[in-house]
């Protein structure tokens, strides 16, 4: 069985950083792809940030680019997400994401993802 475990929540300040983590385990685990997604109060789960290892890209919602850095190791099944100039919306509880095949066009959608982990809390105070 695999098992997503995020750590890196936490309080901060609007303007403030955080550093997301995520480490997978279990037998033959392998994926094409890692993610993020958040899910706020009262809202939909939406996505965040992607990275793929085998096609070398990553990609992010529009309204974290620029201020949020997906990476990893995949050797390592480790995934990191750089938070910077965070924003009191940004608040939700956070979810890294495992998929073994990604189909780009559907990047964004969180059926693509096999594995969830259990979430970790992001928030951001004014």
């Known amino acids: 069985q695999v098992q997503l475990v995020e750590s890196g929540g936490g309080l901060v300040q609007a303007g403030g950083s955080l550093r997301l983590s995520c480490t997978a385990s279990?037998?033959?685990?392998?994926?094409?792809?890692m993610g993020w997604f958040r899910q706020a109060p009262g809202k939909e789960r939406v996505f965040v940030a992607a990275?793929?290892?085998?096609?070398?890209?990553?990609y992010y919602a529009h309204s974290v680019k620029g201020r949020f850095t997906i990476s990893g190791d995949n050797a390592k099944n480790t995934l990191y997400l750089q938070m910077n100039s965070l924003k009191p919306e940004d608040t939700a509880v956070y979810y890294c994401?495992?998929?073994?095949?990604?189909?780009?066009?559907?990047?964004?959608?969180?059926?693509?993802?096999?594995?969830w982990g259990q979430g970790t809390q992001v928030t951001v105070s004014k």
């Open positions: 994401v495992a998929g073994h095949r990604i189909d780009q066009v559907n990047r964004r959608s969180p059926y693509e993802y096999d594995y």
């Open positions: 279990g037998r033959t685990f392998s994926s094409d792809a």
């Open positions: 990275i793929s290892w085998g096609g070398g890209w990553t």
